[in-house]
């Protein structure tokens, strides 16, 4: 079974605060993404990684930034965390394989929470 | 434009009875894909059910059919026999082209009562 874990299931950050919420895949998936989830919105794309040290912006980015020095790993980094960025964290990650759905498998989650 | 459009903020069903949940989706892209993803309480996404845009058959996985309509550009998730367990956010999304970010749309409530 494809696993993917996320740092922490809550978090508390003061506004002001570099906040790191940090992905691990472990099924040598090469993409790996990261959303946003609020109310009435869906989830919506911060910034996606295809391969190690790669990186694309999604559709939110702005005040957000990645990291992806090893395979498995995917950062999400708020540098200075503002209370509108409180909201649901998810990870995802997902194969590229011709042929097939190639569907994301997801983490638990973040709920972020800054004061 | 939205490129995904879910309807129905919230929906309810009897146990036991058949649902259907709406999506509809906007592309100009030939291939593409769309998903439906479920997310209970506990918050975990689970992938439900996949239909290519060349697939000829709707899809299917147990109770979970999509009736996908290609020249409506909708692709509906029908549960059958609804359970309790089946109470969640459900999500479809799409994939265009050759890439592999997903667009999601708003999601559906349902609730299911005994």
């Known amino acids: 079974d494809v696993k993917v874990t996320q740092s922490s299931r809550y978090l508390v950050k003061r506004t002001g605060e570099k906040v790191f919420l940090e992905c691990v895949q472990d099924m040598d998936h090469e993409n790996m993404f990261w959303y946003r989830q609020d109310p009435g919105l869906g989830l919506r794309l911060i910034y996606f990684?295809?391969?190690?040290?790669?990186?694309e912006k999604g559709d939110i980015p702005e005040g957000y930034s990645v990291s992806r020095e090893k395979k498995e790993r995917f950062s999400l980094i708020l540098e200075s965390a503002s209370t509108n960025q409180t909201s649901m964290y998810l990870c995802a990650s997902s194969l590229v394989t011709s042929g097939r759905p190639n569907e994301q498998f997801f983490g638990p989650g973040t709920r972020l929470t800054v004061l | 434009a939205q490129k995904i459009t879910q309807t129905q903020p919230g929906m309810f069903v009897q146990e036991k009875e058949a649902v259907t949940l709406d999506c509809t989706y906007d592309?100009?892209?030939?291939?593409?894909?769309l998903f439906w993803y479920k997310q209970p309480s506990s918050g975990e996404m689970i992938f439900l059910i996949y239909q290519g845009s060349y697939d000829e058959q709707n899809a299917t996985e147990g109770r979970y059919s999509l009736n996908f309509q290609k020249a409506r550009k909708s692709a509906n998730l029908v549960i059958s026999a609804s359970q309790l367990g089946d109470s969640a956010m459900y999500f479809c999304a799409m994939r265009e082209g050759s890439g592999s970010r997903l667009t999601f749309g708003e999601g559906t409530q349902l609730t299911v009562n005994p």
């Open positions: 592309t100009s892209d030939q291939s593409y894909g």
């Open positions: 990684s295809y391969d190690v040290k790669m990186k």
